[in-house]
Each structure stands twice: as C-alpha cells, then as structure tokens.
T-cell receptor, first 110, second 114 residues
C-alpha cells in the first residue's frame, strides 16, 4: 500500500523568503509523484509532476528515492503563492489513481 | 462544459436522510474518482472508475456509501442514513485513460449534516 505524508499542516513565510514544503512517501514499487495546488476559491489543480522535471511558477521538486521524498521548493516566495498544497503519488500500473497527502497550507506574508 | 461539473454545490440535510451527489466528467475521460475532504484535513480517496472495469471501492468508509457510473459519463455518489461525520466537501475528478496522472477536479459538493 502506498502512503504520502506531509508533516506540516501550515507553513508561514515572508514574501521573498525561500520556501520548502515537505513530502515523504512510502511505496515499494516505482512511484510517480505530483504536486497539486488549491488557491482560494479555485479548483484543485496540477502544479507539477516529477516525470516532467519542470519548473512551474518558480516551483521545483526533485524526487529523492533514497530518502523517499519529493519536497516542493521555491527560492523566493510571492504572496500569490499562498494556497493549499497537496503531494500525491500514483503507483505504476494502477491507472491514474492518486493517493494524496494531508496537505500543507502555505501563507506568504507581505 | 469544459470542466468537471458537480451538483449540488451545497447540500444541507438532516441526520438520517439519504443524499445523492452528481458528477459530470470531462467528455472523453474514461477514469473518474471521488474523494472526500473533511474540514482541515487532506483528500480521502473513496472510489475509482476506469472504463468498463470493476470499480475500486476500497476507499468507501462504510456500506452507507455507494457510487455508480453509467458507461463513461455521469457518476452519482449516494450516502444513505447520513451522519454528522459525513459532513465534508466531496470532490470528483476525471482523467484520460493511460494519461500522465493529471486529474481534473470539479468544484466539489459541500455536504452539511445537521
């Protein structure tokens, strides 16, 4: 069975400060990892996926199989980054069914 | 519509009543998911439909919960004899078969059980 853990329920930083949202997973196979984001009064939407190795809105995330982590990072937080962030895992050969972490609320203060 | 549509957006009901929540996925998406989001908590998987395969019901919390899907279209989530702990936002999502893991979510149905 797969499990995703986001240890911080709330992360508060000042504008311009670096931010790191932690995500750890447990899965015996080869996982696919994702970050989803939900801005205030908007739908939950995909932010980025590890397989694409992309940077979206300045955010990056590196899959560390040794530490079973997929932390989300941004060097300089902006107020518009304030949102709820969910880490998610998809097990290979299990279709697209995603297991989500508990979420971290990021608050970026001016 | 272009996105996943859910109805009702808000439902207030009395304990013990049955409720039905509806989800219209994006046209052409063969996979459909239901998740539950309780206040202050993360997303809890409920059920997953993929094409004509048997649904994965492993997340349904009790036999009061059931879901159906007609072909590759509309799905209904039914909660019988609602309890106060059923109060939550119920999210539906859809995706393409063999896709890249991107789920497209609806706005959710907020259920309040008094």
């Amino acid at each position: 069975a797969q499990r995703v853990t986001q240890p911080e329920k709330l992360l508060s930083v000042f504008k311009g400060a670096p931010v790191e949202l932690k995500c750890n997973y447990s899965y015996s196979g080869s996982p696919e990892l994702f970050w989803y984001v939900q801005y205030s009064r908007q739908r939950l939407q995909l932010l980025l996926r590890h397989i694409s190795r992309e940077s979206i809105k300045g955010f990056t995330a590196d899959l560390n199989k040794g530490e079973t982590s997929f932390h989300l990072k941004k060097p300089f937080a902006q107020e518009e980054d304030s949102a709820m962030y969910y880490c998610a895992l998809s097990a290979r050969f299990a279709g697209n069914m995603l297991t989500f972490g508990g979420g971290t609320r990021l608050m970026v203060k001016p | 519509g272009a996105g996943v549509s859910q109805s009702p957006s808000n439902k207030v009901t009395e304990k013990g009543k049955d409720v039905e929540l509806r989800c219209d996925p994006i046209s052409g998406h063969t996979a459909l998911y239901w998740y539950r989001q309780r206040l202050g908590q993360g997303l809890e998987f409920l059920i997953y439909f993929q094409g004509n395969s048997a649904p994965d019901k492993s997340g349904l919390p009790s036999d009061r919960f059931s879901a159906e899907r007609t072909g590759e279209s509309v799905s209904t989530l039914t909660i019988q004899r609602t309890q106060q702990e059923d109060s939550a936002v119920y999210l539906c999502a859809s995706s393409r078969a063999g896709g890249t893991g991107e789920l497209f979510f609806g706005e959710g149905s907020r259920l309040t059980v008094l």
